[in-house]
Nanobody, 117 residues
Framework: QVQLVESGGGLVQAGGSLRLSCAASGSILRIISMGWYRQPPGKKRELVATIASGGSGGYAGSVRGGFTISKDGAKNTVYLQMNSLKPDDTSVYYC???????????WGQGTQVTVSS
């Protein structure tokens, strides 16, 4: 079994920064990719950023230039550095990861990010 545990959420003023972390633990053979998603109040869950095992990443257009995804393979941990935060970034942020050999996807429990104006 695999667990993903997020941390780093909180309350921040507009223009501020937060860094989210997500650590994977358990029976891990190899991580295929990890990513961050968010679900704003009353809206569907949406992709924020992903990073593959080789380090290549992708971002939603709404966060490109302000958010940076990175990983520490040795720690099975993915990070999301969020700068220049806006009230529209307020959401529950979820970590997800795909694991070899089956490609099974696991999700974290989510961490709340609130950006005040």
């Amino acid at each position: 079994q695999v667990q993903l545990v997020e941390s780093g959420g909180g309350l921040v003023q507009a223009g501020g920064s937060l860094r989210l972390s997500c650590a994977a633990s358990g029976s891990i053979l190899r991580i295929i990719s990890m990513g961050w998603y968010r679900q704003p109040p009353g809206k569907k869950r949406e992709l924020v950023a992903t990073i593959a095992s080789g380090g290549s990443g992708g971002y939603a257009g709404s966060v490109r230039g302000g958010f940076t995804i990175s990983k520490d393979g040795a720690k099975n941990t993915v990070y999301l550095q969020m700068n220049s935060l806006k009230p529209d970034d307020t959401s529950v942020y979820y970590c997800a990861a795909d694991f070899a050999p089956t490609g099974a996807e696991y999700w974290g429990q989510g961490t709340q990010v609130t950006v005040s104006s």
